[in-house]
């Protein structure tokens, strides 16, 4: 979402951006400095009715999140376009994935299954917008080292949870457990691979 931010700032859009954890938010506010950040909910966002031509989101739709995209459809202007993208198959974060989550509180809700026909569709339509592309693509997320893995893999919002509930010593070895077999032997570099889906959508 950070990189987000700074390819449209750099495309002369004027940026908003809301997250849950202040420490990205602080990234972000590197990458595009004349952003307008806020730390928040989704489903509570702090802005007018209409006030948007575009909206992204990356990787936030996982729960029960019709809150979350009746408030997207809500701070969209009529004929504005909604981005969202998801994890189609996460493949290799798979493990990293289950070592976040044997860190965590039980999640709040059961975690929507976008990638089955019909139900990422069937959500953001259910919020009044009207789906016009939906696909998936490869991608390729490389670290130099163990150390930059760790790094970015303990950045994201699902780690800064664990870290709360477990503490980052616990968080770290399960991270390292999960990620070391992806290391290469002789370089220590390490490349994830992954299948992420994405949905565009128009308010009427």
């Not at 449209?8 to 590197?30: N, Y």
């Not at 209409?50 to 997207?72: I, K, M, R």
């Not at 997320?141 to 150390?147: D, L």
Request: charged fraction near 20%; aromatic fraction near 6%; charge should be negative.
């Amino acid at each position: 979402a950070t990189r987000t931010a700074s390819w449209a700032k750099a495309r002369g859009a004027h940026c908003h951006g809301i997250d849950a954890t202040q420490a990205l938010l602080d990234v972000a506010g590197l990458r595009a400095p004349n952003a307008a950040l806020h730390c928040g909910d989704m489903a509570h966002l702090p802005y007018g009715d209409e006030s948007f031509d575009a909206v992204t989101v990356v990787n936030g739709v996982q729960y029960d999140s019709d809150d979350v995209l009746q408030e997207t459809a809500r701070v969209l202007r009529s004929g504005a376009r909604f981005a969202m993208a998801f994890w189609s198959d996460p493949m290799d974060f798979t493990a990293y994935f289950a070592a976040l989550s044997a860190c965590s509180p039980p999640a709040p809700s059961a975690a929507l299954k976008l990638t089955d026909p019909g139900v990422a569709e069937g959500h953001v339509e259910g919020a009044g917008l009207i789906v016009v592309e939906r696909g998936e693509h490869d991608v390729v997320a490389p670290y130099r080292s163990m150390q930059d893995a760790h790094d970015a893999l303990e950045s994201s919002g699902p780690a800064w949870g664990a870290i709360d509930h477990s503490g980052p010593e616990a968080v770290r070895a399960a991270v390292a457990d999960a990620v070391a077999p992806l290391a290469d032997d002789t370089s220590g570099r390490i490349a994830m691979r992954a299948k992420m889906g994405h949905l565009v959508a128009s308010k009427p």
